[in-house]
């Protein structure tokens, strides 16, 4: 009896000292706490696994893991926790907005939009979900979102330039270029954002606030070639400013010595601009190529006439219409002779 008395009083004495898997979670998860504090993100996460083995449904430990996982850019990992609490707690709005974030850098549109607008916490709902709608090609929900966002924070370069995008893709450019010029203006780094503006401004046949902005694109770095060149020549041309414009397109031609379109658009908006020592230039190279070329032939006619030799310009252009008949209806018409 003594030594069955002697069990007893030692088995309770060990139970005094079991510790209950809450118990464990709790401990552990202090632990985690203790390192994520300390910045030692990997043994806070690996404290926060451990009690979450004690706890399957301890909610702040996957939460404060999926803390820690970001801090260490593991971001299947966070989302995995943060997802884990949102199926606990459907609710939990700390979930809920690291959640929206996610989704959003992970492209998942649909995700971001559905998780935005349950984020109740959220400050940059309406960028969320305008720009989402915009990679969507949803562009009108898209306007509607982020002209809220630019509102809110009109200093957001990215969600400003977006909405520029909206109102490009939705073919309101009038609407568009403002936006352009404040995404520019609050971000003047990004240059291919400037390129966009100058191909705009060249649209709306604003030619010299398209040299400007491609001279400024230029600055910032951005990485010409021969389709930027000869858009800014051609915008040099238009402004007046003749001997960069041929400078920058002559260049091209010598690299496409067999492009004729070049040279007779050069031809045609010299002879538009009334520069027509300048155009007759440009006739007389394209008939150096083709000495059949009746549109070059014409216009060159056309150049006397305007510079005070009716006469030969108009022998020039009745020979030009001998080599091709569909030229004699520019005698009463528009001289532009892009159309034949």
Same mark, same amino acid.
């Given at each position: 009896?003594?030594?069955?008395?002697?069990?007893?009083?030692?088995?309770?004495?060990?139970?005094?000292?079991?510790?209950?898997?809450?118990?464990?979670?709790?401990?552990?998860?202090?632990?985690?706490l203790e390192e994520k504090t300390a910045r030692r993100f990997l043994v806070a996460s690996q404290n926060f696994e451990k009690a979450i083995e004690f706890d399957k449904a301890f909610t702040d430990a996957y939460?404060?893991?999926?803390?820690?996982?970001?801090?260490?850019?593991?971001?299947?990992?966070?989302?995995?926790?943060?997802?884990?609490?949102?199926?606990?707690?459907?609710?939990?709005?700390?979930s809920i907005k690291e959640l929206t974030n996610l989704y959003f850098d992970y492209r998942q549109w649909d995700k971001a939009i559905e998780f935005a607008n349950k984020c109740k916490d959220c400050t940059n709902?309406?960028?969320?979900?305008?720009?989402?709608?915009?990679?969507?090609?949803?562009?009108?929900?898209?306007?509607?979102?982020?002209?809220?966002?630019?509102?809110?924070?009109?200093?957001?370069?990215?969600?400003?330039?977006? @909405?520029?995008? =909206? +109102? &490009?893709?939705?073919?309101? !450019?009038? #609407?568009?270029?403002?936006?352009?010029?404040?995404?520019? /203006?609050?971000?003047?780094?990004r240059s291919a954002w400037m390129n966009e503006l100058g191909l705009l401004y060249y649209t709306n046949n604003d030619f010299k606030g398209a040299v400007r902005i491609w001279e400024k694109a230029k600055d910032?770095?951005?990485?010409?070639?021969?389709?930027?060149?000869?858009? @800014?020549?051609? =915008? +040099? &041309?238009?402004?007046?400013? !003749?001997? #960069?414009?041929?400078?920058?397109?002559?260049?091209?031609? /010598?690299?496409?010595?067999?492009?004729?379109?070049?040279?007779?658009?050069?031809?045609?908006?010299?002879?538009?601009?009334?520069?027509?020592?300048?155009?007759?230039?440009?006739?007389?190279?394209?008939?150096?190529?083709?000495?059949?070329?009746?549109?070059?032939?014409?216009?060159?006619?056309?150049?006397?006439?305007?510079?005070?030799?009716?006469?030969?310009?108009?022998?020039?252009?009745?020979?030009?219409?001998?080599?091709?008949?569909?030229?004699?209806?520019?005698?009463?018409?528009?001289?532009?002779?892009?159309?034949?």
């Amino acid at each position: 009896m003594k030594n069955l008395l002697s069990f007893i009083a030692l088995f309770g004495a060990f139970q005094s000292f079991a510790v209950s898997p809450g118990d464990s979670a709790r401990f552990y998860y202090n632990k985690g706490l203790e390192e994520k504090t300390a910045r030692r993100f990997l043994v806070a996460s690996q404290n926060f696994e451990k009690a979450i083995e004690f706890d399957k449904a301890f909610t702040d430990a996957y939460l404060e893991n999926g803390y820690a996982n970001l801090e260490m850019r593991k971001t299947d990992q966070a989302k995995a926790n943060f997802t884990k609490v949102y199926e606990l707690q459907p609710s939990n709005t700390a979930s809920i907005k690291e959640l929206t974030n996610l989704y959003f850098d992970y492209r998942q549109w649909d995700k971001a939009i559905e998780f935005a607008n349950k984020c109740k916490d959220c400050t940059n709902s309406d960028r969320i979900i305008g720009m989402a709608n915009y990679q969507k090609e949803e562009y009108v929900q898209a306007e509607k979102y982020l002209t809220k966002a630019v509102a809110k924070d009109p200093k957001d370069a990215q969600a400003t330039y977006t @909405l520029a995008r =909206a +109102y &490009l893709d939705m073919e309101e !450019y009038t #609407k568009s270029v403002p936006w352009f010029e404040k995404a520019v /203006a609050l971000d003047p780094s990004r240059s291919a954002w400037m390129n966009e503006l100058g191909l705009l401004y060249y649209t709306n046949n604003d030619f010299k606030g398209a040299v400007r902005i491609w001279e400024k694109a230029k600055d910032a770095g951005f990485q010409t070639g021969n389709d930027f060149n000869e858009n @800014l020549g051609y =915008a +040099y &041309l238009y402004s007046g400013n !003749y001997e #960069k414009g041929e400078t920058l397109l002559t260049n091209i031609l /010598a690299k496409k010595p067999g492009n004729k379109t070049i040279l007779r658009d050069i031809a045609q908006i010299l002879y538009d601009q009334k520069q027509y020592d300048r155009s007759l230039d440009y006739c007389q190279k394209l008939m150096e190529k083709d000495p059949k070329d009746a549109l070059a032939l014409y216009q060159a006619g056309l150049c006397f006439q305007k510079l005070g030799k009716k006469d030969k310009g108009q022998a020039m252009c009745d020979q030009a219409i001998e080599m091709n008949p569909a030229l004699a209806s520019k005698r009463t018409k528009s001289m532009d002779l892009g159309a034949l």
